[in-house]
């Protein structure tokens, strides 16, 4: 039995994993390292393009649940993040490379898994067949995706995301800086470069009024409301960002135990703590214009910019109308689709999708029932998130607790809710992984 994968980023990786350990063998199409697209910097599979970040940890947090699921189903993205894990309060952030790495080197050791550099310009005809090639799918490939689901009639829509800035550690002002973690949670793992009144105003007045970069022809004025760029951020008057990514309340130095006017908060990019990037700093200023105004933070005024913030395209189908809730094509039988070119959004999200891709694409290859993730699970609401055809606007959609049913019984107290929710998700998925496709056997 063999199964076809195109695109080796997270949801392709853990969409090729899942179909392997239960016995399948997996042909993985990948263009790497033949070409890239404009968002890599290496030839590593998984690769993060965007922030170090899987977000918040434990189940009263909708991201956190999402990946306590996922680490009951087995995920080899979040048994690699978990390896890789640096300092981050309340999140799980990963060195970057090195997550990359241990996923790039758990594939390749499959002895299930044939990687085969290929950039793809129309759907290859075997099927079963995963197409989780990204939000930067290319053209050639989107124009065929279209043709086969459908043709002109099925939309394709588009939003921007970002990459923030990196700075090297040693070149931040730690004078100006200090080490601590919002309300004192997560032991200071956050580095913050505060502010006086003062010195944001005129970081804000610069910030609003810098020079962003031209868009690429392919590319238009539409931004997805999760990414908001930081100067766009700025634009809607000068306390969003006080009330925003440079919120000062619950922060306070302590050296002085002062809070700030604002705060600039540094999350470390790497297990060695040599690399930190800029929370919340998305943008899509000019490079020249990156290094002037962001050295006006007091903390980075002499700051060694390793990677410069970026924007670019990210592309998603109409899945509600286009897909079921296994991923599969409405269309197309053994046609799936997995990550963001989904509508799913951020990096845990993308590799839930391709997980459920994995493991639904097997029963289809091994003839067996395909297996119903309920929406009482936070796997499951992503699944009717995308395959709900009475969604009015579809839009890319983070893991939330709104996606979930609501409890049953009446009102329940503001403050147990989130725990409700999780511990009805968990048992619910407890009572679905026995009944999942088990295959011939495990790596």
Known sequence: MRAY?????????????QLAKRGAEVTLLEMKPLSRISAHHTDFF????????????????????????????????????????????????????????AVTAAIRANPRITVIARELESLPGERPLIVATGPLTTDALARDILRVLGGEDAKALSFFDASAPLVAAESIDMQSAYFASRYGKGGGDYLNCPMDKDEYTAFWKELCGAERAQLHAFEDEAVFEGCLPVEVMAGRGPDTLRYGPLKPIGIRDPRTDKGAYAVVQLRRDNAAGSVYNLVGFQTHLTFPEQRRVFSMIPALRNAEFLRFG?????????????????????????LYFAGQLTGVEGYIESAASGLVAGICAYSFL????????????????LCR???????????????NFGLLPPLPGGTV??????????RRALETLGAVIPCLPKGRSSQ
Not at 366 to 381: D, I, L, N, W, Y
Not at 385 to 399: A, H, L, R, W
């Open 310 to 334: 970026v924007m670019h395209r990210n592309s998603f189908i109409d899945s509600p109308r286009l897909l079921t809730a296994d991923f599969q094509s409405r269309v197309s039988p053994g």
């Open 366 to 381: 091994s003839g067996e029932k395909t297996p119903v993730f309920p929406p009482e699970t936070a796997v499951g609401a």
């Open 46 to 101: 998984a690769e993060l393009c965007c922030s170090n970040s899987l977000r918040g940890e434990g189940v009263e947090c909708a991201p956190g649940l999402l990946k306590e699921e996922m680490r009951r189903l087995e995920s080899l993205i979040i048994r690699c993040a978990d390896e890789t894990r640096v300092p981050a309060g309340g999140a799980l952030a990963v060195d970057r490379d090195g997550f990359s790495k």
């Open 5 to 17: 994968v195109a695109g080796a980023g997270l949801a392709g990786c853990e969409c090729a994993w």
């Open 413 to 422: 107290k503001k403050g147990e809710k989130k725990g409700l929710l999780a």
């Open 385 to 399: 998130y995308i395959s709900d055809p009475g969604v009015k606007e579809f839009q890319p959609m983070n893991i």
